[in-house]
Each structure stands twice: as structure tokens, then as C-alpha cells.
């Protein structure tokens, strides 16, 4: 008689094995890939240098609430005003200036916010070289996720001399801050989907992007106590992962948003 593997055991191997498979599907073709699958995540796959990947991952992520499809949208629009390099277009801050003929707006923010967003970036990339110089400021003072990111926003913000209260959050808020998290996952972690360009934040150290997929499914497979959104159950579901693979927690959140958003069979037997 074959014994049921206990419950963590089987979502383990599920999770191991959904992950597996989507990462083999986008090494195998990244266009068809993102052809099947709305995810912001094709926008920096689409450059090849550092900084240029940098720029289109921090504009996607920053942008990432809402529907997807208008996401992707605003996305092609913006990027195709930056030009073939994003990061030489945002060192011109007279160049930011002449998109006011486009005014640009994306749902809640319109073309005066994104304007002074896109201008912080100018400063960034004119003086400070990167986004990832100035993370690294406040990393190397604390790698505790919550407070090495609350250091970064408070520079971004300095350097913009506007809160940006929505599009920069603060993790000291006691905020998810889904879209921060899910620039660090692409930025750090390093299996050819997400992008691995800043080598010395450890993947160990990230925590889940936390949306109201990820909260749904964690709700049901009972790793948090409610649905709610928090920093704190951001924590709590990094937590359970780093049970299933300490070195690299946050491998898991692509597959299981996609698999939620889609309602996968696979997934929904788990979480019954």
C-alpha cells in the first residue's frame, strides 16, 4: 500500500515542479513565452544592458497595479517614448521635458507625477551611476529586506524632493510594497528569468511580492491568518518558502501568481 506523502511534502513538489516548468518553457522561447502570458516582466528582457534592463524593470514594477493588459499598454507607449535605450533618454532631463507633447498618464497618475518620476531617475543615472549603487548604500548598512529597501526609498525621494508616496512606498508604512519587492525578485535573483544583475543582494534575503493573488492562495493553503495585505504576512509567506528552499525563497512567486490569476486545476486541488 502506497502512504500519502504528508501535505508540505506534496505542495513542495508541486511548487518545486511548477516552478521547473515555466522556468523550461521561457529558457526554451522567452518571446513565445510572454505571447502566452501577460507579465511585465518581458519589458527588460527586451534590452541587453545593465542599465537599460535596470531602468525598463524599475518603470514596469513601478507601474505593476491594476490590470495587466493596461499595464502592458502604458508600457509599450512609455518605453517607446524613451527610445532604444532607456537609461541614456532618462540622462537627459530636457528630453523628459519634451514628453509633456505626449502626456503621458497611467489610471491614477498623469503626466505632471510621471514627469517628476522620470526626472529622479535623470538624477539617478546622471549622478549616482544606478539604482543599485544607491540600494547598495543602505544594504551594506543592513541586508534585512524591510529596512536596507526603506533606506533606498528614503534616497530616491531625497534626490526627487517629492514623496511619490504611491509609486515610491515605504516599507516602514508597514506596506507590502508588492512592486518594490518584485523589482528586487527581478534585479537579485539569478535563473535566467528573472534578470540577476545585482550580484551581491543575496536571493536569501528578498521577500515575497505580496498582491491579492499570492494573499488569496496563501489564505487558503493556511500560511497566513486572513487575507489581508501587510509587510508582516509578506514576511510570514517568505517565511513558509524559505522552509521549502532557504537560498532562494521568492522562486516560486511567478508560478504561483500566474497559476492563481489562471485558476490552474493543478493548484486548486492543493488549495481545496
Not at 158 to 169: A, D, E, K, Y
Amino acid at each position: 500500500m502506497i502512504m500519502p506523502l504528508p501535505k508540505q511534502t506534496r505542495l513542495k513538489q508541486t511548487l518545486d515542479q511548477l516552478y521547473s516548468d515555466y522556468r523550461q518553457e521561457f529558457l526554451r522561447s522567452p518571446q513565445t513565452f510572454f505571447e502566452r502570458r501577460k507579465d511585465p516582466l518581458q519589458f527588460p528582457h527586451r534590452y541587453k544592458t545593465f542599465h537599460d534592463q535596470e531602468a525598463a524593470a524599475f518603470l514596469a514594477t513601478t507601474f505593476a497595479y491594476g490590470n495587466v493588459t493596461s499595464l502592458c499598454n502604458f508600457m509599450e507607449s512609455l518605453l517607446s517614448m524613451l527610445g532604444d535605450s532607456p537609461a541614456n533618454f532618462l540622462k537627459d532631463p530636457q528630453a523628459i521635458d519634451q514628453l509633456k507633447k505626449y502626456r503621458p498618464y497611467y489610471r491614477l497618475h498623469k503626466e505632471r507625477e510621471i514627469l517628476k518620476f522620470l526626472k529622479m531617475l535623470s538624477v539617478v543615472y546622471s549622478e549616482h551611476d544606478s539604482l543599485y549603487e544607491i540600494f547598495k548604500l543602505s544594504y551594506y548598512r543592513n541586508s534585512i529586506i524591510q529596512i536596507a529597501s526603506t533606506g533606498f526609498v528614503e534616497e530616491l525621494r531625497r534626490i526627487s524632493g517629492n514623496q511619490h508616496t504611491f509609486l515610491v512606498p515605504d516599507p516602514s508604512s508597514g506596506s507590502p510594497c508588492k512592486r518594490l519587492n518584485l523589482f528586487l525578485r527581478w534585479m537579485v535573483r539569478r535563473d535566467g528569468m528573472d534578470l540577476g544583475l545585482w550580484k551581491e543582494v543575496s536571493p536569501a534575503h528578498l521577500v515575497m511580492p505580496l498582491d491579492t493573488h499570492i494573499g488569496r492562495v496563501s489564505y487558503k493553503l493556511g500560511w497566513i491568518s486572513t487575507p489581508s495585505l501587510s509587510w508582516k504576512k509578506a514576511e510570514a509567506i517568505t517565511d513558509v518558502l524559505r522552509k521549502f528552499d532557504p537560498e532562494d525563497p521568492t522562486r516560486y512567486d511567478f508560478a504561483l501568481c500566474h497559476e492563481s490569476m489562471e485558476k490552474s486545476e493543478f493548484l486548486m486541488k492543493l488549495i481545496a
